[in-house]
Nanobody
Framework: VQLQASGGGLVQAGGSLRLSCAASGHTFGSNTVAWFRQVPGKEREFVAA??????YYDDSVKGRFTISRDAAKNTVDLQMNSLKPEDTAVYYC??????????????????WGQGTLVTVSS
């Protein structure tokens, strides 16, 4: 599965962006799909994940971000509202079969997109 992330950009605090992750070569199928983010000098951190039955969010984005998947388009989106400067990062989409207790660990995902930069200005 090849993943292509898009939708990043520059936005003012309080604004919104919608990231999209498109899969090619194979469908997402029953893989768990997730978004992570990373800033220079820090580890990749969990943002949100969607299994075939549930969604999971980091506390820092709960209530502001929504992860969704469109089986027909073979995409996974991340709607980001009420953005804050601390949301600034490169956002990566991932897919894989992590065990539920390990959803927040990027090592559980075998497929990654190239990353898209989100910059939130204050």
């Amino acid at each position: 599965v090849q993943l292509q992330a898009s939708g990043g950009g520059l936005v003012q605090a309080g604004g919104s962006l919608r990231l999209s992750c498109a899969a090619s070569g194979h469908t997402f199928g029953s893989n768990t799909v997730a978004w992570f983010r990373q800033v220079p000098g820090k580890e990749r951190e969990f943002v949100a994940a969607k299994t075939t039955s549930r969604t999971y969010y980091d506390d820092s984005v709960k209530g502001r971000f929504t992860i969704s998947r469109d089986a027909a388009k073979n995409t996974v989106d991340l709607q980001m509202n009420s953005l804050k400067p601390e949301d600034t990062a490169v956002y990566y989409c991932g897919a894989g079969r992590p065990i539920l207790s390990n959803l927040r660990n990027p090592l559980g995902y075998g497929y990654w997109g190239q990353g898209t930069l989100v910059t939130v200005s204050s």
